[in-house]
């Protein structure tokens, strides 16, 4: 367990934070205008899948703020 605080965190919360405002504007302005034709049930089908998404890279982008590596310790 660290100890000490590192700069890591602060800047990897201010990183995510202003990543997920450019991927949410990127979705919110340019996303609408390309499924409008679609049906409702893939529409929502569509947000949901952009709406989770996000969460793919964010548990090595977590590990990193912990401990500095790209790669949890037992990952090899």
Do not use: C, N
């Not at 919360?13 to 609408?32: G, Q």
């Not at 989770?52 to 590990?63: A, E, N």
């Amino acid at each position: 367990m660290r100890t000490e605080p590192t700069w890591r965190i602060p800047a990897g919360i201010l990183a995510l934070l202003a990543s997920l405002i450019v991927y949410a504007t990127v979705i919110a302005r340019y996303v609408p205008g390309v499924i409008a034709g679609w049906p409702m049930w893939l529409q929502t089908i569509a947000y949901v899948v952009l709406g989770v998404i996000w969460l793919l890279p964010l548990k090595r982008f977590l590990i990193w703020m912990e401990t500095g590596r790209w790669h949890a310790p037992d990952d090899g």
